[in-house]
């Protein structure tokens, strides 16, 4: 079975910009968590969605959005790119939505903002 | 609100020497306890997890995890290191109970360094 992809893994943006990540789930798995890890911060949880819907939020801007699609795949938008924004965003995906299913990660996307 | 602490960012050990490595939560109750392994590069690995029942928990790798609850505790053990084991280390817990703010989410230490010297 494939394991969690994100696209691309790797990205080079300016200030100001805005960017747009993409998680595809392993086969079968309906929830979807979006985590950003940092030096300085370590990994904190950005949002998750199940079923299309977003369940839980975490202590974000509101210039970090998400979706889900209707086949489960994510995607996560960081408008107005900061220069503290340069983090690896980890997409993570499970069976369901509570802490009880095991989350697999992907490799992540490496975003770099000049 | 759930919170994690990894006492030691930063541990070396020798091949062959034995390995634990701290992990302490705070938790309304007990919550689900994990350990995940990252490498240079890549993404998080679940190396194993705590639900219930049995408070030795053994996992991929040759690891295992004892937890103690009048500690807050979930130690990560190894007898015998190997160089490939070198990476980074991260404890997690998630909520139990259901709804709220912490229901589905990972709330993750900051993380031990692993160095192994041959």
């Known amino acids: 079975k494939a394991g969690v992809t994100q696209t691309p893994r790797y990205l080079i943006k300016t200030r100001g910009q805005q960017v747009t990540l993409s998680c595809s789930p392993i086969?079968?798995?309906?929830?979807v968590s979006w985590y950003q890890q940092t030096p300085g911060q370590g990994l904190q949880f950005l949002f998750e969605?199940?079923?299309?819907?977003?369940?839980n939020k975490g202590n974000f801007p509101g210039r970090f959005s998400g979706r889900q699609f209707s086949n489960s795949r994510s995607e996560m938008n960081v408008s107005t790119l900061e220069l503290g924004d340069s983090a690896l965003y980890l997409c993570?995906?499970?069976?369901?939505?509570?802490?009880?299913?095991?989350?697999?990660f992907g490799p992540g996307t490496r975003l770099t903002v000049t | 609100a759930q919170s994690v602490t990894q006492p030691d960012i930063h541990i070396t050990v020798s091949e062959g020497a034995s390995l634990e490595l701290r992990c302490n939560y705070s938790?309304?109750?007990?919550?689900?306890l994990f350990w995940y392994v990252q490498s240079p590069g890549q993404g998080l690995q679940l190396l194993l997890k705590?639900?219930?029942?049995?408070?030795l928990v053994q996992g991929i790798k040759g690891f295992e995890a004892e937890f103690k609850r009048s500690q807050s505790s979930f130690n990560l053990r190894k007898p015998s290191v190997h160089w490939s084991d070198a990476a980074e280390y991260f404890c997690?817990?998630?909520?139990?109970?259901?709804?709220?703010?912490?229901?589905?989410?990972?709330?993750f230490g900051q993380g031990t360094i692993l160095t192994v010297h041959p």
């Open positions: 969605y199940f079923s299309e819907t977003q369940r």
């Open positions: 993570a995906s499970s069976l369901g939505t509570s802490a009880f299913y095991e989350q697999y």
């Open positions: 086969s079968g798995h309906r929830s």
């Open positions: 997690a817990v998630g909520a139990r109970l259901g709804g709220g703010t912490s229901y589905g989410k990972l709330t």
């Open positions: 705590y639900f219930s029942g049995d408070t």
């Open positions: 938790y309304g109750a007990t919550p689900y």
